[in-house]
């Protein structure tokens, strides 16, 4: 059988059966998923899978629970390097750990975490600057294998470009006081890797679970179409303390969202947020 | 010739000033918005030197941000930039060609999105761009490229100078399919 033409009724309609499909038997909700971002990850998974259709996608998802976790991880896209993005993490350290250090205890979430890299480099920052003890860190993500890596705190083991992102976000040691080496692969210290509580959470079906002084949320709803980024901008609100910090990706935006009215931007920190309402 | 609803512009770094001369021949009413991938560097500053002659505003998009005529919307660094309807959509997804933002990226979601209502303009020199133009092309969107060195069947070739009267005959064409 020949594969559809790209964009055609037929593809179209293929994409509709596997969302559905993936839906009704377990679950998952890909429907709302911005359409332009998914087609080209679907179809990139293709080309790896060495399938022909969506069609034949949807009977392996359907068959076996691993094609699934295959297919999530997929849309879940590549890992991203510790400290990816240093102005991110530098500007968190000099606007939003000293209003923290004011508060008795603090509960942090992280959104989305994936395999955890971000998770690990954000654990790092509040133990160097001695907010360790005091916070409890939650990350979430809604694939559970994802999660499985994260939980094991290894990463692929740091490359130079990380230890100088590392510094430039103003970290204070060395990155590899952190981790121990273990082949290719560079495994937190022990401390880091059991303060973290990773937790199985889809931001597009699951409610909100507990009242947070910050969420970080950057760069996930990329992957949701507008109508579903609004209703996790929802959620992310609610969750959120009143005076407490949302941190989003650097090009999202919460202008045309919801609770917009609610947030102050924090000037010259791409994109972190104050709830103030 | 199907009314244009949006018009692509893809180009490599080292297209820059030619880039730079192409937008000030944009009409200052533009009747759709224009969006824009040159491959840059993670740091390097483009939507300032990029406006500076255009008639029109150049902006770095935001995500899901809504794309409006008249203006020029610039693909920032690290991500790609694909169309959704009438927004803009974000990704993160690896680099092709080496590159993100990708032109081929763009031009496909473009081509999906609008259909025959997308015009494209390429500045060759790359290889990332081609896949893009030939599925616009089978859209039945109007392709045309600066400085080719292959000849690509349906696709027009334009000298730098002759941007101008292309856009115009984009724009003309627009104008009277649109206006009852």
Redesign the interface.
Known sequence: MSPPE??SELEQLELELLLEAVWRHYGFDLRDH????L???LR?YLREERLDTLSALQGRVLHDADALEGLLRALA??P?PLFADPAFFRSFRERVVPVLRTWPSVRVWHAGCGSGEETYALAILLMEEGLWGRCRLYASDSSEGLLADARTGAVPLPEEEEARHYLEAGGRRALSDYYTRDGNWAVFARPLREGIFFTQHNLATDGSFNEFQVVLCR?T??AY??AL?HRVHKRLYESLSRFGFLCL?????I??TPHAAAYEEIEDSGRVFRRVA | MSPLGLLVVGAPREALAEVQAALSMLPTRMPVPVVLVVHRGRHEVLAGPLGHRCPLPVV??????ALLPGRVYLA?A??HL???GG?V??????AEHGQRPSID?LF??A???HGPGVAGLLFGGHDDGWAGLA?LRE?GGCAAVIHAEEETDGVERVPLGGVKDWLARLVSGTRMKVLP
């Open positions: 790209r964009g911005a359409r332009p971002l087609l080209r990850q990139r896209g590549p991203r760069d709803l990329l179409n507008r980024s990706g650097r090009k999202e935006s202008s045309s | 770095e998009p935001d995500d899901k941000q920032p690290g991500y694909l169309v959704d927004c959509c974000l990704s993160r997804e690896p990226a496909e979601s081509s999906e999105a599925a859209q």
